[in-house]
């Protein structure tokens, strides 16, 4: 099922066109909107808000006409902008409480739904102190929060991962997969890194300069890129000649090794060397992860 | 046999809101509750709290002042309809103060956003700050006036009570209320800073009572009697006075009166709509951006 569709979309601002001709659509499930920064991300979550209306072209969301039933779609659709947008003197649960009641809940309910969202994006006591206080990756969860109080089935996150250390950027994204599949709220997400997006989207959307650039499965996406990396405790060397030999594509970069993983081959084989060689080399391994691909080659791509 | 565990955590995961979605107006009184609720700071900070009960105390002074002058000397204490002009640097403060507060934090911390992209519209918006701080003002003056007007009862002078005044007084305390509010959201909004807008509302008042009170004497001065009571008009308090004046007939809290006819009674609606107007052009443009 379309949980969004737009058709031809364009918008122009005086000085600049900020969409082209979209014509993009996405179904339940988690989709990536990728593009770099003035791509256009932005002002299409706007249009789709039924916040700007397009210059020409439609958009329908959850099969609502977003320049005509802004209202509907607003109340069955939750928004975490890109910016800063919490007031710092007041406490995250009065916050929230507030942000759901705005979006029609009644007072009572307000309260549970702020208390149980705000565990489930992981604010805990101190959802209780001032957001002023806030680290970046807490205030993200509350924007998050604000988004999902109201229980929307569909959320448009804007930038969720911005500012956000390594480990905060991973939280982010594994609570992102959560909300489009334990939560069941089909999630649209924007940013400019799809290797971040590739981790938990179901579906890619890559725009540049307003036009669609790519819309794709996310299996679809080469992993010429995908990369494992290693780290063991000691005996680096002794690894990199074993899986070397084996004809692996390795490269040591300070403790860590990275091992390609080609495309064309069967993806398990490499995965195999290396706890294979782990294994018989008796060495004590510390790190075993995916590496996440890069942008600038699937930009680099040509268009399908 | 084995014994049932008596308590189990579970993990419940993740559940759905089914309960009832209230319409845009449920959101729009919530929204007036609350920011009525933050002008008298409360649900805020100690600190939020100082400045409106003071002011608001302030504003019951005369009224408790007037109750023992008509108990204890038998003499009339302040007439009603006179109490906002009479307090009308406290009503400007009050105004000024918190006014900001309302709009300016919502603009500043870019909150707009969040109530835009829910069933709120820009009028709803609006509609629910100016309530609120229309409540408000009009709270500050009603409240010493029913109280003032429960210590005559009590006290039961001779001669009957000022119902009419009193009643007169109440409703130039809606035009008051209304006419504050509108213009002091206008000048708030101007601005995402909350003391450029505490500064820009007072220096508003300053500036017309200044302005008045020179027009005033000067063209008396020179003879001119009833341009100098049009010059009057430009201090919005003693506007709504006039408005008193004209429809409920009461005295005029000048010393000096009002020009003739129901003029006042004009000029306020349309204060009220040009600032209502600048307000909506205002959020028009934070709206979509």
Redesign the interface.
């Known amino acids: 099922m379309a949980i969004l569709a737009t058709e031809g979309l364009t918008k122009r601002f005086p000085r600049v066109t900020a969409l082209d001709e979209l014509t993009v659509m996405a179904g339940t499930g988690v989709t990536g909107l990728v593009g770099a920064n003035g791509a256009g991300k932005s002002t299409l979550i706007?249009i789709l808000?039924g916040?700007?209306p397009p210059t020409s072209g439609r958009a329908r969301v959850l099969d609502l006409d977003a320049a005509t039933h802004g209202?509907?779609i607003?109340?069955l659709?939750?928004?975490m902008?890109e910016?800063?947008?919490?007031?710092?003197?007041v406490s995250a649960t009065?916050f929230v409480v507030?942000?759901a009641?705005?979006?029609?809940?009644?007072?009572t309910?307000a309260r549970e739904?702020a208390a149980?969202t705000l565990r489930?994006v992981g604010l805990h006591e101190e959802r209780y102190r001032p957001i002023g206080g806030y680290s970046t990756g807490m205030r993200q969860r509350v924007k998050l929060a604000?988004a999902l109080v109201?229980?929307p089935r569909l959320v448009f996150l804007d930038e969720p991962t911005n500012g956000l250390d390594p480990q905060g950027r991973d939280e982010m994204l594994a609570l992102i997969r959560?909300i489009g599949t334990?939560?069941?709220i089909s999630v649209l997400v924007t940013s400019h890194l799809l290797g971040e997006l590739e981790r938990v989207c179901d579906h890619v959307i890559v725009i540049d300069a307003g036009r669609l650039l790519r819309s794709s499965a996310i299996g679809d996406f080469t992993q010429a890129s995908q990369a494992i990396a290693v780290e063991v405790e000691d005996g680096l060397e002794p690894l990199v000649e074993r899986l070397g030999g084996l004809g692996e594509a390795v490269a040591v970069q300070g403790r860590l090794l990275t091992v390609q993983v080609p495309a064309d081959a069967d993806p398990g084989r490499t995965y195999d060397a290396v706890r294979d060689a782990v294994c018989d080399l008796g060495l004590n391994l510390v790190r075993l992860e995916q590496r996440r691909g890069h942008i600038e080659d699937v930009f680099k791509e040509p268009v399908a | 046999m084995t014994s049932e565990p008596t308590a189990v955590i579970h993990d419940i995961g993740y559940r759905h809101y089914e309960g009832a979605r209230l319409g845009r107006g449920s959101a729009a009184l919530a929204l007036a509750v609350n920011s009525l609720r933050g002008v008298f700071g409360l649900g805020r900070t100690a600190r939020a709290k100082i400045m409106p009960f003071l002011l608001a105390t302030i504003m019951l002074l005369p009224a408790v002042v007037s109750i023992a002058v008509m108990a204890l000397l038998k003499q009339d204490g302040l007439p009603y309809p006179a109490y906002a002009v009479t307090m009308q640097a406290v009503l400007a403060i009050f105004l000024a103060a918190q006014s900001p507060y309302l709009v300016a934090p919502d603009l500043r911390f870019r909150v707009l956003p969040l109530y835009f992209s829910r069933p709120v519209t820009v009028v709803d918006y609006i509609g629910a700050k100016l309530a609120a701080l229309a409540v408000a003002m009009f709270l500050l003056i009603a409240v010493p006036l029913t109280l003032l007007f429960a210590g005559e009862l009590l006290v039961d002078r001779p001669g009957p009570p000022h119902t009419s005044q009193y009643l007169a007084a109440m409703g130039g305390a809606v035009v008051y209320a209304v006419l504050l509010a509108a213009i002091g959201i206008a000048l708030a909004s101007l601005t995402p800073r909350r003391g450029l807008g505490v500064a820009s509302v007072i220096a508003f008042y300053l500036f017309t009572s200044a302005v008045s009170a020179v027009f005033f004497g000067v063209l008396l001065s020179i003879g001119r009697e009833t341009a100098a009571k049009w010059a009057m008009l430009i201090n919005p308090f003693f506007l709504v006075d006039a408005v008193q004046v004209a429809l409920f007939g009461t005295d005029p809290s000048n010393g000096e009166g009002y020009p003739p006819g129901l003029w006042a009674c004009l000029i306020v609606p349309v204060v009220i709509a040009v600032a209502v107007a600048g307000i909506l052009l205002r959020y028009r443009k934070a709206a979509s951006s």
């Not at chain 1, 910016?83 to 003197?89: F, M, S, V, Y």
């Not at chain 1, 009641?101 to 007072?107: A, D």
Request: with cysteine; net charge negative; proline share 10%.
């Open positions: 706007k808000l916040l700007l209202l509907e607003r109340r659709v939750g928004y902008p910016h800063d947008c919490l007031p710092p003197d009065e507030h942000m009641q705005m979006s029609g809940l009644p007072r309910a739904r149980d489930h604000q109201h229980d959560r334990e939560f069941g």
